[in-house]
């Protein structure tokens, strides 16, 4: 069954690490912005009282950027424990900046073993098609972008990378096992994350759909032109070409997951998430599979309702439910980072 589904989508095949990263950011999100000149880190202090009982700190961080030539300052958020020991820990892409909030459960998160780093994805540059604030305005003095210029998904990917160069710089959070986490737009971000960037170990999607873990061809709900057409400014330009024409994309959804191998990456989908459209997620999955080690899915059929695959260095999972990211989304998160961690 599986085998026939995917042919009716003729997808391109995979391709080397590196030949589709290149395809992806020529034609897709755009070319990262480069790395900082310069990288320093303020604690301005705690902005939370203490997580679980004083097992971890709060702290409010800034980090002083120069991209450019140009002065770029932005907040985040520290959960770190506090008990002297060295904990793996999510880079988590966050909506806002309330800690804890609907999406973050940050003292469970504490309570098993984890740090935190927090992103208002906002701090970075705006969510809408001002090319001339935060980030970009470092990028573009006029707000003019050329084709395979950064969209916004990049810029943000940027940002959590700058949170990885702060966790170097902590003695108590694991790098070998740092995860990036996202839910929709951010989960999109949260795996393009993670394929640039191979310091991280484990990148997750909740729920991220069109041009995040779903297939493009053959797509149900939103499609590349519908995206296009309302949020154009998350990609680069190049992208818009492919609206209604995904059939001539050099590329498809399956590239960005497979890019993350050998490395783990790990898909949540909402049975009622039918703009997601969690067949497609899962197909994307089943496309990418061979990148990465260990057995994934069932052989011949779509996953069923809260049926999880967290066994091997590909996992997925499918929650009833619709768009939103919640407790047992983590639950099967942590399973999958547990199942994986050396």
């Not at 990288?39 to 702290?59: N, W």
Request: aromatic share 10%; hydrophobic share 35%; proline share 6%.
């Amino acid at each position: 069954m599986l085998k026939e589904l995917l042919a009716q989508r003729e997808l391109p095949a995979l391709k080397s690490r590196e030949e589709m990263l290149e395809v992806l950011l020529e034609e897709e999100y755009g070319q990262l912005p480069p790395k900082p000149e310069s990288l320093t880190f303020e604690d301005a202090g705690p902005i939370h009282r203490s997580i679980s009982a004083g097992r971890a700190s709060c702290h409010k961080i800034i980090a002083h950027c120069v991209v450019n030539g140009k002065p770029f300052d932005f907040p985040f958020a520290a959960i770190l424990p506090q008990d002297g020991g060295k904990y793996p820990f999510f880079v988590f892409l966050s909506f806002d900046s309330n800690i804890p909030d609907r999406y973050l459960p940050a003292e469970e998160l504490v309570d098993n073993d984890f740090g935190i780093l927090v992103l208002d994805y906002h701090a970075i540059t705006s969510d809408n098609d001002d090319m001339t604030n935060g980030l970009a305005g470092v990028l573009f003095e006029d707000g003019k972008r050329k084709p395979n210029d950064p969209g916004k998904i990049a810029m943000w990917a940027w940002g959590a990378q700058r949170l990885m160069d702060f966790a170097e710089t902590q003695e108590c959070l694991d790098t070998s096992c740092a995860i990036v986490a996202g839910h929709s737009r951010l989960g999109k971000t949260a795996l393009l994350t993670g394929a640039t960037d191979t310091r991280f170990a484990v990148a997750y999607s909740n729920n991220s759909g069109c041009s995040g873990a779903a297939l493009s061809r053959g797509k149900e709900g939103e499609t590349v032109a519908k995206i296009c057409n309302r949020f154009p400014y998350w990609f680069c330009e190049n992208y818009q070409k492919y609206a209604n024409n995904e059939s001539a994309m050099p590329f498809d959804q399956h590239y960005l997951l497979a890019s993350i191998a050998p490395r783990c990456a790990c898909v949540g989908s909402g049975t009622e998430d039918l703009w997601a459209d969690p067949t497609s997620e899962y197909l994307s999955c089943v496309a990418a599979k061979a990148a990465f080690d260990g057995d994934f899915a069932h052989p011949d059929r779509l996953p069923r309702p809260d049926e999880k695959y967290l066994q091997g260095t590909l996992g997925y999972h499918l929650r009833t439910g619709t768009h939103y990211f919640c407790r047992p989304d983590w639950h099967r998160l942590i399973e999958f980072v547990k199942n994986n961690k050396k």
